[in-house]
Structure formats: C-alpha cells, structure tokens
C-alpha cells in the first residue's frame, strides 16, 4: 500500500471528499455494502437540513414556499403567518435532535429559531377566515406534539407551545357551534369566531374533515382539563351515524360530503382518498389514543364494509387495492385510488396488533382469536406492497397522484401503463407532491413486522426522492427538494412548491422507519404525523373526559 504522504494533493482531497459522502455513495450508488440504519438517518437528516436550510435563508415565517424560484407567500388573506412550515415541521427537528449524532447543535439551534418565531411573531388573531381543518391537523398538532416533546426531551420551553394551543384552540372551537347538529362549517375567522360554509358542494363539509378533529381536541382536554374541547367535538357523530343509518344503510362506509344543518349526506362518492381517508384513520386512532373502545367497533364496522365493497385486486398480477364507488354502495365501481390512501396499510397493521409488534400481538387473545385482526394484518401487507409498486414501477421511482388500477381493459389511450400491466396513470395525475401515505405505511410495517424488506423499500424511495426531486444536488450549500409535476418522463419535470408535509411526514416518516426501537403501543400520530402520547386511563376518567354519547 502506498504512503499516504506519497499521494498527491489533488488525490487526497479527493479521497477526503469521498469519504465525507461515504453514507450517500455506499447507498446511494450501487450499494456495494449493507444498509445500515445509522447511515439512512444521518442520510435523511441532510435531506431535511437542506430544505430547512433553503427555506430559512429565501422564505422564513412564510406559510407557502417555492425553491425553485425562491417565491413565498401566507395563507390568510392580510398576509398573517399562520406558521404552516414552521409549526408543520418542529417535532421531526425534535425528533432529529434526539437521536442525531452528527448535527445535533445544528438542531437545537434551529428549534429554538423556531421557539423564538412562535412566541414573539405568531399571533392567531387573524382578520380572515381559515380551513378548520387544515388549521386544527397542522397548526393545532404540530404545536401539542411540540409540548409533547419539549417535555419529553427537555428541549425549548413546551410552555409556549401549550399557550399558543390553547389560543388557538380557542379560536377554532367557535366552529362546532355554527349549525344545531354540532357538524362544523369548512372555515372560521379566526378574529371574529364567524362560521363560513363551504363555498362550493351547496355548502356541505368534507366528512373526512370534520371527523378528524377529535385526536387534537381531545389531547387539549386532557393538557388543560377543559372537557367543553373534548365534547365538542365528538358531537359530531351521533348525528352522522343517526341521521344517515350509517352501519345498516351504508355499512360503516361514508360519502364525502355531510350537511352541517342536517347531519344528512350530500352527493353519492364513497372513497378512502380525498374528503373520505382519515374519517376512517380517526376511528382507529381515537381508540389507540384515549381507550374508547366505541371507537374500534365503529372502525371494524367500516373496515368490514370496505372489504365488501370497495376491495379489489388488479390484473394481471393480482395487486389488491382500494376502489371508490362514485354513485353510492349500489353504483358502479372506479378502480381509481389516490396515493392518499396507501395509509391504510399501516392503519390496517395497528389496527391489528393494537400497535404492538406482530410476534407479540399474534399470542394474545385479542389477535389470536380474532379472524377480523388476522385478515387486516394480511391486507395490510398486500396494500403495503401494492403502494411499493406504485413507486417502483415508475420510471423515477416516484409514485403519481392517482393511479387506475387495470380490471381486466387494457386500452387505455394517451394513458401511461406500468410495465407489470397492473396500473395506468392519466397524463393530468403524474405529479408528485412528495406525499407521506407509503412511507407512512413502510414505516409502520417494519416497527410492527422487523421484516428488513420495508427499510430496503424506504431506502430505495428515499434514494428516488433524492436523485428526482433535487435541485442544484452537486452543491450541498444550494441543495434543496421541490415537488414534481410530471414523475413519469425522465428527467422529472420539476413545480416550483415545498409542501409542508414534505418536512412535517415525508422525511420524518423515513427518519423514524430507520430509528430501532420504535415503541408504537406508546404514541398515536395524528393525519398530519405529529406524535402525541397514549393518554393515560385513570387521569381521563379522573377528569371525566369519556365517550360521551352511543348507538
């Protein structure tokens, strides 16, 4: 072996060079030695701290932001930050701060930037109206989780996160008093408490909204003990499941828009995408969350509806999937599936094991006597699976918006079809917003299963998120990610836009599928991923927060 003194300069700035990116090149380029999950997340942290870092340096406080052209903007009309970047993305900080091994100063730092901007800039006191519930699954979660957090990790001061929640839970919780049955309007000022319908659908709401505002409202009840937050909102149900016969008429299965005067359905379209996926997710997580175990019936019930009616399986390869029916239970079947519901496969997985690992939960009697549990755990592996495909069929290794499953017809023109067979994309569903739904579920898989398959998945998608959705990747000072409007043709075709959830799941998702020891029987996330604890039994009942109404 040579000196290292005899090699020359150049060569060993090279050399230097190279080993600095040993983590990216050994994964990321062939792979030539075995995955370690200590690389994944020191991998997944860079990705992160180069979005961060982008987004501090062009667009800092700002609710919406462009990379590509450096563009930003807030949400509410005035121009009031409602911290939607900021707030969406301070517990994967927390999270990256607490198992970090190289940047752990770099996060800290960052987490109380963030700290300071909340106490001394935000201020929900906003002349203009809002979504309820975009506002509630980001703002309100991502500032419990930070108390959450703070607390747990003993970094920042978790009481100014608990302030600004209970502000804004506040203001937000002038929403359910806007009609008689309880069922909030889409959107509310924040200044003035005025309930605003929804100005579009007759001015129906989304049913997936309104019913997944329960996990954050319930986590305030139980911080402050403050019950009027609690009951609130699990008003909204009975005159769901009452005035719609929603177990016997529809078997658990809800259309995605309710009418807030009268509880009743507006419209037919049945889906677990959009306005339908996390009606269901909230059934499981309030159960998982506070113990009501009305909730998990209510649940079965839904997912035993969804396997008559809506389950399915592709040709040729026999991928099961997740259909909509777009004219009611008796109508016709779509084979359309949103990337939004490749969540299932991890709630299916919790749902079965009640979040314990599965070689724990197959010997207990609530699993092994259990036929409903044992399909879930198998169905959640198949839709795992097909989500996977849904990434590693494409050219990019990204997965489009929406997909169509193949039943059977394969003319399809002007439609790209995945070289299996099974799927077609349309040419106006080949975006990619960075979405969380798989990794979502790949993580929740190899907590529950430790079958190392699911890191090799996240692995792959994390190496296709960076090779596609990159932009000025040779240099790590100007490196930053952006969305995608077509992940189909290669070179991607890049959109100027950073969701929030690009940083608030997607990449904590990954960072946690690559954390050992994940104990999924102690936290519940929420829709939007932010973590909040199992509430403990005997202070709920101590502070009279239980279920409140029946069947």
Request: proline share 4%; hydrophobic share 35%; aromatic share 14%.
């Amino acid at each position: 072996m040579k000196s290292l003194i005899a090699i020359p300069v150049a060569t060993f700035v090279a050399f230097i060079a190279i080993s600095y990116c040993v983590p990216w090149y050994t994964y990321f380029k062939g792979r030539p030695r075995p995955l370690r999950a200590e690389d994944m997340r020191d991998q997944i942290e860079s990705m992160f701290l180069a979005s961060w870092r982008d987004y501090s340096e062009y667009g800092w406080g700002y609710d919406v932001y462009g990379p590509i052209k450096h563009t930003f903007h807030n949400i509410p009309r005035g121009n009031q930050p409602l911290g939607w970047i900021i707030v969406d993305s301070l517990d994967t900080l927390m999270l990256m701060y607490n198992s970090s091994t190289q940047y752990k100063r770099k996060f800290k730092a960052e987490i109380l930037k963030s700290e300071e901007w909340i106490n001394d800039v935000l201020d929900f006191d906003i002349d203009a109206e809002v979504n309820v519930f975009e506002t509630t699954i980001r703002m309100l979660g991502g500032l419990l989780s930070a108390y959450h957090l703070s607390d747990l990790l003993e970094v920042g001061n978790k009481t100014v996160y608990l302030n600004k929640a209970i502000d804004l839970g506040d203001r937000l919780s002038l929403s359910f008093l806007s009609s008689n049955t309880g069922i909030p309007y889409s959107s509310i000022n924040l200044r003035s408490g005025q309930a605003i319908k929804n100005h579009a659908d007759g001015g129906a709401s989304s049913t997936a909204e309104f019913t997944t505002l329960q996990m954050e409202f319930k986590y305030l009840a139980y911080l402050t003990g403050n019950r009027t937050y609690w009951e609130l909102v699990e008003r909204v149900y009975e005159p769901l499941y009452k005035n719609n016969d929603l177990l016997n008429t529809y078997d658990g299965l809800v259309p995605i828009y309710t009418l807030p005067e009268t509880g009743k359905f507006s419209g037919m379209t049945i889906r677990f995408g959009s306005r339908g996926d996390s009606f269901y997710e909230y059934l499981l997580k309030q159960y998982l969350l506070t113990h009501e175990t009305l909730y998990y019936d209510l649940y079965r019930k839904s997912m035993q509806g969804m396997k008559k009616h809506l389950l399915r399986h592709s040709k040729p390869s026999s991928f099961s999937y997740i259909g909509e029916r777009e004219r009611g239970l008796k109508g016709g079947f779509s084979s359309k599936m949103d990337h939004l519901v490749c969540f299932m496969g991890g709630l299916l997985a919790s749902g079965a094991t009640d979040g314990l690992p599965f070689h724990e939960a197959r010997n207990r009697p609530f699993f092994s006597f259990s036929p409903e549990r044992k399909s879930d755990w198998a169905l959640a592996k198949e839709l795992t699976y097909t989500c996977y495909q849904m990434y590693n069929q494409t050219p990019s290794g990204l997965a489009p918006e929406i997909v169509v499953f193949n039943e059977g017809n394969t003319k399809r023109h002007g439609w790209w079809q995945s070289p299996s067979g099974d799927f077609f994309v349309k040419p106006h569903d080949r975006y990619n917003l960075q979405r969380p739904e798989t990794v979502e579920s790949i993580m929740f898989m190899y907590h529950l299963s430790h079958n190392s398959k699911y890191r090799e998945w996240g692995a792959e998608i994390a190496k296709n998120f960076f090779e596609n959705t990159c932009i000025d990747c040779s240099d790590p000072r100007l490196r930053r990610f952006t969305s995608l409007s077509d992940c189909i043709t290669l070179p991607t075709k890049k959109s100027n836009n950073m969701e929030s959830f690009w940083l608030g799941e997607t990449l904590k998702y990954l960072y946690i599928l690559f954390l050992d020891d994940f104990d999924l029987t102690k936290v519940v996330f929420n829709t939007e991923a932010h973590p909040f604890p199992v509430l403990d039994e005997k202070i709920l009942k101590s502070k009279s927060l239980t279920t409140g109404w029946s069947l």
